[in-house]
């Protein structure tokens, strides 16, 4: 049930990109994405509905194969405020529940 | 405009004690969902409560745990008779609409409890 992220981890340098990848078992209705710093709360920075939609705002924009039930988080010209550990959260066509992935441990260094 | 408040932000209890957790959801939001997060993992899901109801408990452990949301007064996750295992941290989210389909769920700062 627990979507799969890919990569576990990564270390970037100021400036490079990255690209973190979110897969699920069940067809999907909608992925959330969230970003969450060491003893912090998640922090919401965006949503995707089915319709195969893409979105982005400053360096940080998503996509969505709901054909794949994947998600792609893609992060350009990062900046040592984007460390953190991403999430997506995947809602399945059915049910109530909410998933969060296994999570991606992104630090950006100088 | 306040954000979703939870109180106590650090919990210590013995083993045997009992562990009440609160949450205040955003104003006018009337979804609450609460996770629960071990160290050096992900999210998961626990209960989701409207006001007075329960809408899905499916990922509560079946005993010593419940979950309320009163029609006056914060969200409760009550923990009966704690062992070491339930030492996490505890977040609550909350919603206007029903999530995420229609509406994002924005997160408390969590409570962390420790289990002596």
């Known amino acids: 049930q627990q979507p799969v992220q890919s990569p576990q981890a990564v270390i970037l340098r100021e400036g490079e990109d990255a690209v973190i990848n979110c897969s699920s078992s069940?067809?999907?209705?909608?992925v959330h994405w969230y970003r969450q710093k060491h003893g912090e709360a998640p922090v919401f920075l965006m949503i995707?509905?089915?319709?195969?939609e893409q979105k982005g705002h400053d360096k940080i924009s998503a996509s969505f194969n709901e054909k794949k039930q994947q998600s792609s988080l893609y992060l350009t010209a990062s900046q040592l405020s984007y460390s953190g550990t991403y999430f997506c959260g995947t809602e399945p066509i059915t049910g109530n529940q909410f998933y969060f992935g296994t999570g991606t441990s992104l630090t950006v260094i100088p | 405009n306040a954000g979703v408040m939870q109180n106590p932000r650090h919990l210590v209890r013995r083993r045997g004690q009992e562990a009440r957790l609160r949450c205040s959801p955003m104003k006018g939001h009337s979804h609450v969902y609460w996770y629960r997060q071990l160290p050096e993992e992900g999210l998961k899901f626990m209960v989701y409560?409207?006001?007075?109801?329960?809408?899905?408990e499916s990922g509560m452990p079946k005993e010593r745990f419940s979950a309320e949301f009163p029609k006056e007064g914060p969200s409760i996750l009550r923990i009966q008779q704690v062992v070491r295992g339930d030492s996490a941290a505890y977040f609550c989210?909350?919603?206007?609409?029903?999530?995420?389909?229609?509406?994002?769920?924005?997160f408390g700062p969590g409570t962390r409890l420790t289990v002596l």
């Open positions: 995707l509905l089915k319709g195969g």
């Open positions: 409560l409207q006001k007075e109801n329960i809408i899905d």
């Open positions: 989210a909350s919603s206007k609409d029903k999530s995420p389909s229609t509406d994002t769920q924005y």
């Open positions: 069940k067809a999907l209705y909608s």
